[in-house]
């Protein structure tokens, strides 16, 4: 099976990769890829939409099929943050046990919190783990380059409380490893 998860950043411009994004079995999209679909420069298919739940308005109007909360779910009610669409949407979350062990891979690699691209990547390599990975849109910005930026929040500064810098390091570790591809 072959995978592409597809992050946010600003290289899903230049690169102009949707239709090979698209020839994928499985494409996973993240946070508000909806704002930005074009079939050749970002592809337009989408089977799992894996996202932070952090915003108030997040909802992708069901044009995926599955969606991953890449938080914990039940931290909603502990009041850390808030889920902006139907519960009954989400098919699967990132549970409290595997949101902290790759916090840990982040954090031993002297980062902080963990990104959703991060999040997305290690729960794709545990739910799939004999799958060939192409990564997409993986740029580490700091501050955060997102190729929907103008379309979402144009006014907006997005603060960050990742470490683009050791994510990047640890992404660049799987590839050497041959875990998955990074196609920039």
């Known amino acids: 099976m072959k995978i592409a998860i597809v992050s946010n950043g600003s290289s899903l411009l230049r690169l102009k990769k949707g239709v090979e994004i698209d020839s994928h079995d499985l494409v996973i999209r993240q946070n508000f890829y909806y704002y930005f679909i074009d079939p050749e420069i970002t592809g337009i298919k989408v089977d799992i939409w894996s996202c932070a739940f952090d915003f108030n308005k997040y909802d992708d109007e069901g044009r995926s099929k599955e ?3 890449a938080r914990p779910r039940k931290w909603e009610n502990g009041g ?3 889920i902006g669409i139907k519960l009954e949407r989400v098919n699967r979350d990132i549970n ?3 949101w902290n062990s790759t ?3 982040v954090n031993q690699a002297g980062g902080t919190n963990p990104a959703t691209g991060f999040l997305t990547l290690k ?3 545990k739910i799939y783990p004999k799958a060939e990975i192409n990564l997409y849109g993986y740029d580490f910005y700091e501050p955060p380059k997102h190729y929907y930026e103008n379309n979402v929040l ?3 500064r997005y603060n960050s409380d ?9 992404i660049m570790e799987g590839v050497k490893n041959g875990e998955y591809k990074w196609i920039q």
């Not at 990742?162 to 640890?170: A, G, V």
């Open 67 to 69: 969606v991953w909360c």
């Open 80 to 82: 850390k943050w808030h």
């Open 96 to 98: 409290e046990g595997e």
């Open 103 to 105: 916090a840990c891979i």
């Open 123 to 125: 729960y794709a390599q």
């Open 154 to 156: 144009p006014n907006k």
């Open 162 to 170: 990742h470490t683009p810098n050791i994510e990047k390091k640890l």
